[in-house]
T-cell receptor, first 112, second 114 residues
C-alpha cells in the first residue's frame, strides 16, 4: 500500500530563517511520482513540483529546493530565507496509476 | 483559461437532504477525481474516473456517488448527507488516464452538514 508521512504537523520560524519540510513515502512500485502542493489560507491547492521515481536530481526554484533520495524514501522541501507569504499548509503526495496519496500536511507559520 | 470549476464554493445543508457538488474542467482531461480534506487526515480520495462512463472507488467512497456521462463533468452526489460528511472537497483532473503527470485542482467546496 502507498503511504506518505509528514511527521511535522506544525512549524513556526522567524522570517528569513531557512526551513525544511520532511516527507517520507512508502511504495512497492518502481514507477511513481512525488509532488508538493501549497495550500494558503484561502484554501486552494497550488502545485509546486513533480518528480518521477527515476529522476533523483535535486531541484532549485528561487527560494525553494527539493531533495529526493530513493535510498531513504524521502522527498524533502526546503524554503530558504522564509517570508510571511510562505505561511501555508504544505502537502507532499505520491501518485500511482490510480490516484494521489497525500500526507497529512505541515502547517508552516512564518513570523515577521 | 484552463481550469477546474467546482460549485458551489460553500454550502450549508441539513442531514438527509440530497445535494450535488458539480465539477467541470475545460482541458479535455481524461482523468477526474474527488477528494475530501479533513484536519489531521490530509486529502483522501473518494472516487475517480479514468474516462467517460468509467468510475471507481477511492479510499473513502461510503455515502457518495459519482457519474461521468461527459468528459468535462464529474459531479459528486450525496444522497443522504450526514454530519460526518462535513469537510472541504476538491475535484481534480489530469491530462492522461491517470494522475501521474499532474493534477489540476478546483478551488474547493466547503460543505457543512447540520
Amino acid at each position: 500500500a502507498q503511504k506518505v508521512t509528514q511527521a511535522q504537523t506544525e512549524i513556526s520560524v522567524v522570517e528569513k530563517e531557512d526551513v525544511t519540510l520532511d516527507c517520507v513515502y512508502e511504495t512497492r512500485d518502481t514507477t511513481y511520482y512525488l509532488f508538493w502542493y501549497k495550500q494558503p489560507p484561502s484554501g486552494e491547492l497550488v502545485f509546486l513540483i513533480r518528480r518521477n521515481s527515476f529522476d533523483e536530481q535535486n531541484e532549485i526554484s528561487g527560494r525553494y529546493s527539493w531533495n529526493f533520495q530513493k535510498s531513504t524514501s524521502s522527498f524533502n522541501f526546503t524554503i530558504t530565507a522564509s517570508q510571511v507569504v510562505d505561511s501555508a499548509v504544505y502537502f507532499c503526495a505520491l501518485s500511482d496509476v490510480n490516484q494521489f496519496y497525500f500526507g497529512t500536511g505541515t502547517s508552516l507559520t512564518v513570523i515577521p | 483559461e484552463a481550469q477546474v470549476t467546482q460549485n458551489p464554493r460553500y454550502l450549508i445543508t441539513v442531514t438527509g437532504k440530497k445535494l450535488t457538488v458539480t465539477c467541470s474542467q475545460n482541458m479535455n482531461h481524461e482523468y477526474m477525481s474527488w477528494y475530501r480534506q479533513d484536519p489531521g487526515l490530509g486529502l483522501r480520495q473518494i472516487y475517480y474516473s479514468m474516462n467517460v462512463e468509467v468510475t471507481d472507488k477511492g479510499d473513502v467512497p461510503e455515502g457518495y456517488k459519482v457519474s461521468r456521462k461527459e468528459k468535462r463533468n464529474f459531479p459528486l452526489i450525496l444522497e443522504s448527507p450526514s454530519p460526518n460528511q462535513t469537510s472541504l472537497y476538491f475535484c481534480a483532473s489530469s491530462p492522461l488516464g491517470s494522475p501521474n503527470t499532474e493534477a489540476f485542482f478546483g478551488q474547493g467546496t466547503r460543505l457543512t452538514v447540520v
